[in-house]
């Protein structure tokens, strides 16, 4: 089945520099691959996500990049700010029949002013 | 519109009891699957329901069980509770969910801890 792995899983920087965070698959078959933030007592947010026809996707200070071949995808977070500390989930998707979204293990950014 | 509400949010039970958790998904999604979160296993798959029926199953033993009635609201069982069953129970929905490709919406989880 699918394997998810996810780099770093703390990753501090300082308020207004770069964040990347990397995932890898397994399944060459998966082909939608969303991202999740979720802060403290709460359930996870989609901020992002990348279907496998397209190699990048921006909104606004987000993006993620996708490298089919090499089976990697990353979250880009520019111009960081103190609120984007959270917990952020990578997630590949197999395109079968039903719902089988398999997580990385997460990834605990602390933005630091 | 409202989001994917769960009920409820915190939940003490003490071991050998069972549990009834309740999701309602986001009005018009029709599939809906459950999560177990834990510190160290992280986000795991428990199963996965559309028109009412049991579509995809994660590696979890026969005491988690759940159902979906036909307005799309969903529970999931836990029987004779372990102590490693505390965890954040996740619910997510998405609108149709007749591919994988579908975008899931998660709500805010259960807490149950397990004394």
């Known amino acids: 089945g699918e394997n998810v792995e996810q780099h770093p899983s703390t990753l501090s920087v300082q308020e207004g520099d770069s964040a990347v965070i990397k995932c890898t698959y397994s399944?060459?078959?998966?082909?939608?691959f969303p991202w999740y933030k979720q802060e403290l007592g709460k359930g996870p947010q989609l901020i992002i996500d990348i279907r496998s026809n397209v190699g990048e996707k921006k909104d606004q200070r987000i993006a993620v990049t996708l490298n089919k071949t090499a089976k990697h995808f990353s979250l880009h977070i520019t111009e960081t700010q103190p609120e984007d500390s959270a917990v952020y989930f990578c997630a590949a998707v197999v395109d079968n029949y039903g719902q089988n979204f398999v997580f990385g293990p997460g990834t605990r950014l602390s933005v630091l002013p | 519109k409202a989001g994917v509400t769960q009920t409820p949010r915190y939940l003490i039970k003490t071991r050998g009891q069972q549990v009834t958790l309740s999701c309602s998904p986001i009005?018009?999604?029709?599939?809906v699957s459950w999560y177990q979160q834990t510190p160290g296993q992280g986000l795991q798959f428990l199963f996965e329901?559309?028109?009412?029926?049991?579509?995809n199953k994660g590696n979890f033993p026969g005491r988690f069980s759940g159902r979906q009635f036909s307005n799309s609201r969903s529970e999931m069982n836990v029987s004779t509770l372990e102590l490693g069953d505390s965890a954040l129970y996740l619910c997510?929905?998405?609108?149709?969910?007749?591919?994988?490709?579908?975008?899931?919406?998660f709500g805010p989880g259960t807490r149950l801890t397990v004394l």
């Open positions: 009005s018009g999604h029709r599939s």
């Open positions: 329901y559309f028109s009412e029926t049991q579509r």
């Open positions: 399944d060459s078959a998966s082909n939608y």
């Open positions: 997510a929905s998405s609108l149709v969910g007749r591919k994988s490709t579908d975008t899931q919406y």
